[in-house]
């Protein structure tokens, strides 16, 4: 009788501290996206128009594109306004939907004072992709277009001027 061996990838945890109400940082994050996700961050064929998360468990985390097509990156896991939102990443290592390898994204908004919300990113199961493609998409939400980049972006449109 042979064993198979479990891989384990160790989740990307990343916190950043945002100048905004609590409300306000889930508002950007969830709403808001187009004016902080990069661009050139789609899985589509064609270029990146406007991003929604349907607000709701079971929601959809959309991508329209600008011929007319859309895709579908995640599916909204948990919707907790304003203190948390967890949704799936269906993105595979080749970076094409694949809803049968969805790693995790948690996101946590902790209100540190009226106009201060620490928030705590975890991407996690990355190891149900398969041990390469699993540590491949952890170096990548891990680096500085990744996560890293992605956050900063977020922090300055929450921070902005409504």
Sequence with gaps: MS???TVTIAPVNKTITVNAPQQRAFDVF???????????????????KHSTIEPR??????????????TVPGIVKVWDPPHRLVHSWDINGAWKHDATVG???EVRF???GPN???VELEHR??????AEDGEKMRAAVNSDGGWNGILDLFRKAAEATA
């Design 30 to 48: 969830t709403q808001q996206m187009d004016k902080w996700w990069p661009r050139t961050h789609h899985i589509g064929a064609a270029a990146y």
């Design 103 to 105: 790693s995790e994204v």
């Design 3 to 5: 064993m198979a061996r």
């Design 116 to 118: 201060r919300t620490r």
């Design 57 to 70: 468990v079971g929601g959809r985390w959309f991508v329209e594109h600008e011929d007319g097509s859309t």
């Design 125 to 130: 199961n990355f190891e149900r992709m398969g």
């Design 110 to 112: 902790i209100a540190e």
